[in-house]
Every structure is written in structure tokens, then in C-alpha cells.
């Protein structure tokens, strides 16, 4: 089943940069505003895995709702990701959050699979 991913509304939970040089940056969505069969409505969590990234922003800020973002990749700019989502080549993300914040990050190649107890809660906003 495949699920859109819409940045905007969705929320951050964490951005965990890596550690050393192999290991990925994370990504971490408490909620992921998504459509899945026409619905819309959260998936909560969804985790995003980033090989060889490099972050511009104030990361320590980088937490709660985004108003914006998009995804560069193959030379083409989207809004929303289909997912799971694997980008094989290079990828810039750009997230703008509600209070403000920038972050950007570049990356070699990224990642994001629903983990298997990731839960879809259907919205019923008006």
C-alpha cells in the first residue's frame, strides 16, 4: 500500500545527525500528514534515513509543525513523496517550520519505509 506524504501540517519529532561518517542522519515524524486511498489522515511514527548528509540550519530548533517543504531529486522540485520513498542519487529536502526555522539538508541518497507499527489515524477535519 502506498501512502503520499504531504510536509506541510506533518510534524517533527527529531532531527538526529550522524554521529560519524557512515552512519545516516534521521529524520524523525511524530505525525506524517499522508493520503492513503483518497483519506486523509496522520502516520504516526515515520522515520527518514539520509546517507552522507549535510544539515544547514539550527537543528536544536528543529522540532514541531512544518508549513512547508520540498524535495529536490533527479533534478525535480515535489512537495509530497510517495512512500515508501528510496532516492538512489542525490537529494536536497528544505523544511520550513511554523515558528520560523529553516532546515536544509543535502544528502547523497535517503530513505523512508513505514515501520511495521506505524500506525495511519484518519483525520475528520473539516
Do not use: N
Not at 536544536?60 to 533534478?75: H, R
Not at 513523496?81 to 523544511?95: A, D, F, I, N, Y
Amino acid at each position: 500500500m502506498s501512502d503520499i506524504l504531504f510536509w506541510h501540517d506533518s510534524e517533527v519529532l527529531q532531527v538526529l545527525p550522524s554521529e560519524h561518517p557512515d552512519a545516516p542522519t534521521r529524520l524523525v515524524l511524530s505525525a506524517a500528514a499522508v493520503q492513503r486511498s483518497g483519506s486523509l489522515g496522520f502516520l504516526k511514527p515515520l522515520a527518514f534515513s539520509f546517507a552522507q548528509a549535510r544539515l544547514s540550519g539550527p537543528t536544536a530548533d528543529c522540532m514541531g509543525s512544518l508549513a512547508e517543504g520540498s524535495c529536490l531529486q533527479g533534478g525535480i522540485t515535489t512537495r509530497q513523496l510517495t512512500l515508501p520513498w528510496v532516492s538512489e542519487g542525490p537529494v536536497q529536502l528544505s523544511l520550513r517550520f511554523r515558528h520560523g526555522s529553516v532546515l536544509h539538508i543535502e544528502a547523497a541518497s535517503a530513505r523512508s519505509e513505514p515501520a511495521d507499527d506505524a500506525r495511519f489515524i484518519e483525520s475528520y477535519a473539516c
